[in-house]
């Protein structure tokens, strides 16, 4: 009879571990990878299924490439309390949404940090059947600070230079670069490089390149930047900007006016300084163009100005005419 016993005891151990087994089988842990954009906030999901079992506890870990251990970083009880046992980096920007009850164990990380990025692992512990894990990716994309400049402005000349340079800085995943130039495009073309950083951002230089002339000044060009990160493609636009000195000077007798008037024009990137004089001599480093023996008007390149007046005694022979120049 105790044999029998022992026998009956030992089969009914084995139904019940069996039972067990076929019933933790079918448990399971859903969640899914996410991805979100650097300062935005972003859900882990995870939830446990096919279950009757007591609910112990709702375990959170992180693990990143630089700690490629899972470190815990909140506890979560049957009761709704939370613990957070390590900041893991997160700083007090972890957010429990989940119901224990429902078996629901999510959490919302609040302005994300690319610091953040790695694998977090929501873990079930429920009785008797033991404890239930799902791994969560998650990537954060960070978007590039898109500029157009050009260190130095290139000077009118025959060899090819930068006429442009356009940064995607610090983007994750790297960002692509392209130029619209319309009808200008076919007297420039573009280099391209990319620079990784330490962080996982990469940096994309983009130079467009042409010969400097006078008739690509004030060119219109276009900046396009692509990057998931972005809700929509950045664009910048920029004007070509050469330098180059006057040539040619032209003075004219304005009709606009009653007054004698003398306009002085002459074309140059940045716009010239005039200076008048009546005498023959100018400032050094000027160009001067004379209109008679006793006067003459002078430019110095480089120099932004704005349009002067001054008044002017022209002598001829015994004639003197008064009036006003201009120097534009």
């Not at 990878?33 to 506890?57: A, K, M, N, W």
């Not at 994309?141 to 230079?161: F, R, Y």
């Amino acid at each position: 009879m105790r044999r029998a016993k022992h026998v009956m005891e030992a089969v009914l151990c084995c139904v019940i571990l069996l039972i067990i087994h076929r019933s933790s089988e079918s448990i399971q842990v859903i969640g899914g990878s996410r991805t979100v954009v650097q300062g935005e906030d972003v859900d882990l999901f995870c939830s446990l299924l096919e279950t009757d079992e007591e609910l112990e506890q709702i375990t959170w870990q992180k693990r990143t490439l630089e700690e490629p251990d899972n470190h815990n970083f909140l506890l979560i009880y049957p009761t709704g309390l939370t613990d957070f046992i390590s900041s893991n980096g997160l700083d007090g920007r972890v957010q429990f949404l989940g119901n224990p009850k429902e078996n629901i164990g999510s959490i919302r990380i609040t302005a994300a940090r690319l610091l953040d990025e790695g694998t977090f692992t929501c873990v079930f512990s429920v009785f008797p059947s033991g404890a239930y894990s799902i791994e969560i990716p998650l990537t954060v994309q960070v978007p590039p600070v898109v500029s157009v400049t050009v260190d130095v402005p290139p000077v009118v000349g025959e060899n090819e230079v930068f006429l442009a340079t356009c940064l995607a800085a610090g983007a994750k995943p790297q960002a692509e670069v392209r130029w619209n130039t319309d009808a200008f495009g076919s007297l420039v073309r573009t280099v391209t490089n990319s620079i990784q950083h330490a962080n996982g951002t990469t940096t994309v230089v983009s130079h467009l390149l042409g010969v400097p002339t006078r008739a690509a000044n004030q060119q219109q060009v276009q900046c396009v930047v692509n990057q998931s990160a972005l809700a929509t493609e950045r664009t910048l636009a920029y004007t070509i900007d050469i330098h180059y000195p006057p040539q040619t000077v032209n003075i004219t007798l304005s009709e606009a006016s009653q007054a004698t008037v003398f306009l002085c024009v002459a074309d140059s990137n940045p716009k010239a300084i005039y200076t008048w004089t009546r005498y023959l001599c100018c400032l050094l480093g000027s160009t001067c163009h004379y209109i008679s023996d006793c006067c003459c008007c002078c430019w110095t390149h480089m120099v932004p100005v704005e349009k002067r007046k001054m008044s002017l005694e022209f002598i001829h022979g015994r004639s003197t005419v008064r009036g006003t120049i201009t120097g534009m």
